[in-house]
């Protein structure tokens, strides 16, 4: 079975502040992937990033950046220099091997004061 | 770029009522995707399509049931509504093979009163 945590619920930040989203996942699969989605007020969700099990390297996009470590079964996601436009929902998830289905975690909302 | 088309966009049904929400996706996508977030929940799985059959099973009532036309759109029929019902309901497309790229619809709000 697949489970992912994201143990931090809430998380205020003033802006321009940096702020970490942690994620932990749980899978017996030896390739899967791994992603983050935002859903801001208004509902929709947005696919930020993927990422595949063999491939380490972090990722950085702008001022969102990725650290994934199998070691410790995490990937985690970085806003840099935080805007009240970042204030949302964000859910880590995962899929199988088949990617046919996502396993998200709780979420963590994400509220960047002015 | 076109995207997931899901209509309608707000349903209001009572209880015991039943519901029929439709998804369009991403031309040339041939897999769909069913999930319901229950208020302040995570998105759960219910149900997805490929070309037309049912490749994997989440945790769908036996109250609904979904099926994929040939034109590849999908509809997501609920029976006997109940209050929990009540949720936004996302319908996500990709191409078979993408490892979980999905992409997503708006959503449905169905309230059930």
């Known amino acids: 079975a697949q489970k992912v945590t994201q143990a931090q619920t809430e998380i205020s930040v003033v802006e321009k502040e940096d702020v970490t989203l942690d994620c932990v996942y749980e899978t017996r699969d030896t390739t899967y992937y791994l992603f983050w989605y935002k859903q801001p007020p208004s509902g929709e969700l947005v696919f930020l990033i993927r990422r595949n099990s063999f491939d380490e390297q972090n990722e950085i996009s702008g001022r969102y950046s990725w650290n994934f470590q199998k070691s410790t079964s995490s990937f985690n996601f970085t806003i840099t220099a935080s805007q009240v436009v970042d204030s949302a929902v964000y859910f880590c998830a995962l899929s199988n091997n088949a990617g046919n289905m996502l396993t998200f975690g709780g979420g963590t909302r994400l509220m960047v004061k002015p | 770029a076109a995207g997931v088309i899901q209509s309608p966009r707000h349903l209001i049904k009572e209880k015991r009522e039943t519901a029929t929400l439709k998804c369009y996706p991403i031309?040339?996508?041939?897999?769909v995707y069913w999930y319901q977030q229950g208020p302040g929940q995570d998105p759960q799985f219910l149900i997805s399509?490929?070309?037309?059959?049912?490749?994997d099973k989440g945790s769908i009532p036996d109250r609904f049931s979904a099926q994929q036309f040939s034109d590849y759109h999908s509809e997501l029929n609920m029976s006997s509504l109940e209050l929990g019902d009540s949720a936004l309901y996302f319908c996500?497309?990709?191409?078979?093979?993408?490892?979980?790229?999905?992409?997503f619809g708006p959503g449905t709000r169905l309230t059930v009163t």
């Open positions: 031309p040339r996508h041939d897999t």
């Open positions: 996500a497309s990709s191409l078979q093979g993408a490892f979980g790229e999905q992409y």
């Open positions: 399509f490929y070309e037309k059959m049912q490749s």
